[in-house]
C-alpha cells in the first residue's frame, strides 16, 4: 500500500466516524474521554517504554535539550494527560447550542444551530500530549480527528494514539474517530493537506516553517496559529515599577511562547527614567538586549540593532528594544513590524488606552496587563487547541466552540418563494 | 507596468484604506453609500453607453441569451442597484458591537468585539451589479475591497467602479476602500489568489469552475460560494397539494440559481399516488424529467436518469427523480450525491422530520418549505455577498456580518501571569 493510498484510508474511515460522531449524545463523549484517561493511567509502563525508545533515537540524533524535554514524558505528564481528559469530560458540550432562533414574515421559523465541523486534521510536532489534548478536543466537539505528529515522536504517539482510540471505541464511540498517521514519510503531509472532501479543516501546531508549509500548500481550509511578534508600548503616563513587572512577565516567564514579547517600545520622554530601572532587572535575569542608537545611549550592554531584530520572533531570553517619539510611532511600528498577535500599552492616559483598543489590529489587545494572558486557559475557555492568528472563522484563542460550524434548520408550513 | 505590479498596486491602496475604513465612523459610511446611489442616478447615461459596448461585444462573440441578459443593464436595473446601496445605508453597522465581555478571576476584563476583517477581495462574473453589490457590503463592514468581474462585463465594470469609488471618497472615505481591476487578463486573477499579506479573504462568486480554481489555487484565506445539488425528499405523510406546490417552487421558480432543487426523492409507498399529480404539472411548465427504474414505470415522458444525474447541477429546467424504499434510503442518497447547500424533507411524520433535520449534513436543511428560502433577503439579513458552502467562518447566506471577524480587548490593572 502507498503513502497515499494509506493516509485516504484513515481519512475515509475518519468521514464514516464524523457522521456518527456528530448525532452522538454527549453522555457517551464524556465516557470515553473518561476511559480514555482511564487507560493511558493503566498502561502508563507501555507508554514509558515507547518514549524511552524515541527519546533514545533522539539523543542518537543530536537533538538539543529543549526539543528532548518537550518529547519526554514520565508519570507525572502521563498524569496530567489524564487530568486534561477529565477536564474536557467536565466541559459543556458546545454541539446542539440554538445560538438563534427567529421567525420571518411569513412564518418560516429559522434556527441557527451549532453542529460538528466534521473531520479535523491536526499536524504538529515534538510533543506526544498533543495527541491526547487535541483528540480530547475534537471529540468533546463531535468531530472526528486525523492527527500527524512529528517524527522524533513517532514511538510515543503511536502507542498513546492506540491507547486512546480502543478506550474511546469500547466507551462506545465510531471506529475511526481517532486517526493516527503511523508513518514519519512526509508525503503524508502533503497529502492531508491536498484531502477536499475528507478534511474539513487542518490546524498546524508547530513552528513557522510547518505553518507556512500549511498555509502555502493546502488546498483545504486551514486555520492558522501561532507565530507572535507581540509588542509592549510604554507610554509617558505609565506605572513604571508596574511596567517592569509586566515588562519582564512578559518577556521571561516562558519565552519559548508565541504570546512572550519581543520587541519593547518606550516613549521618548519617559526612557532615560524607565530603561535603566529595566535593564537592572533584565540584566539579574541574564536577558541579552538589542537596542536603538537612543537606547544604547541610555543603558549599557545593549547589542546595537539591526532592522531583522525588528521581525524576529526570538522565542528566547532576547528582547528588542526602540525608543519611539509618540504614540503615533509606536502604532506604525506595531502596524509594520507585528504578527496580529497581541499587542500591549502600559498607560494611564484614557485617550491613549482607547486609541491604541480601537487601532491595533490583533487577535488580543491589551491595557495594562502582560501579553502572556492570550491562552485558552487564561480567558476561562478551558482547554486550548491552539491560537488562531488568522481573521477568518476564529481569532486568538481556540477552545471547543472553534471545533464548530453551524447549520441552518428551517421550519415551514409549506410556504413557496413568491 | 506588469500585471504583478499592477495587481500590487490595486493591493497596497487598499490595504492602506483598509487601516482608515476600520476607524471611520458609521456616519461617513452611509453618507458614502447614499452618495454612491445618488453618482449611479446621475451618471446612468455614461453607464448606460459602457453597457452597450459591453452587449455588443458579447452579441459579437455569439454570448447565449441567458449571459446577455446577465449582462444587460437599463434604467431600471440602474435604479435597482442605487436603491441597493441605500439599503445597505439603511442597515445597523457591525462594527463595534461587543459580542461578550466578563471579568476573569484575577480581574482582568476580556472583551470579544467586532473588526473589519480587511481587505476583501471578489472575484465574480458577469453581472455588473455585483460591483455595486459587493462593494456596498464590504464598506459598509469596515473594508476595502478589490473588485474582479469578468471579461465581458468589463466596460460596465470600469465605468460603475469609477463613479461609486469617486463618490466614495468625496463622501469622505480614504482613498483606495474601492478598488476594480481593470484587466481581463486572467492573470490577475492568479495574482490575486496568492496575495497573503495583502488580501484578508477572497469570495469568489460564480460557476463551480471559477470557484474550483480558486480552491485549489488561491493561498489566501478562501470563502467557497454557491455550487447546490439541493434535494427534496417527499415522505408518505407529506401533504400531496402542497407537495407539489413546494416541488414546483424549488425547482422552476428561478432554475439557474444555486438553491434551485436538482433532484427530488419519493418514497415509495406513495410514489404511485404522487408523482403523477406531480409529473402533470411539470410537463405544463416544460420540465425535462430523469428518472429512476421506478419513476419511469410510474409516469410517461420520463428520460432513464444515469448516475451522472444524481449528481449534476443542471440550473435549469431538468429535474432529477428517483423513488426511495426508506427515509434512510434517501439520508444516504443526499450524503453521497448532496453538496450541503439546501435539503429538505416534506413530512408529517414528527420524528421523521426531527432526524431529518439532524442528520443532514447541510447550510440550510428544511422542513416543508421550499429550498429556494436560501437567500440572505429571504432569512431577514437584508443584502447578500453570497451563500457560503463551506464550513469554517460563515455557513448559508452570507450579510454584513459574515464579512467581520472579532478582536479580544482586555482591560488590565497591572496584571502579571504566574
Known sequence: ???EQYVIGKATLAKEASRKMAITDTVIKN??????ADALIEKKDIILDANSKDMENGKNKGLSNALLDRLLLDEKRIHSMAEGLRQVAGADDPIGETIKMWKRPNNLQIGQIRVPLGVIGIIYEARPNVTVDAAALCIKSGNAVILRGGSEA???NTTISKIISAAAENAGLPQGCINFIETTDRDAVNIMMKLNGYIDVLIPRGGAGLINTVVKNATVPVIETGVGNCHIFVDTSADFDNAVDIVINSKTQRPAVCNAMETLLVHKDVAQEFLPKLAKKLNSIGVEMHGCHSTQNIIKNVKPA???????????????????GSIDEA???????G???SECILTNNYLNSQRFLKEVDAAAVYVNASTRFTDGGEFGFGAEIGISTQKLHARGPMGLKE???TKYIIYGEGQIRS
Chains 1, 2 share one sequence.
Request: glycine share 0%; aromatic share 10%; no cysteine.
Open 154 to 156: 513517532i514511538n510515543s
Open 331 to 337: 502604532l506604525e511600528h506595531i502596524y509594520k513590524y
Open 403 to 405: 471545533l464548530t460550524t
Open 31 to 36: 465516557k470515553a474521554l473518561i476511559a480514555m
Open 339 to 341: 504578527t496580529k498577535h
Open 1 to 3: 500500500m502507498n503513502q
Open 306 to 324: 539591526v532592522e531583522e531584530d525588528w521581525s524576529t520572533e526570538y522565542l528566547d531570553l532576547i528582547l528588542a528594544i526602540k525608543v519611539v
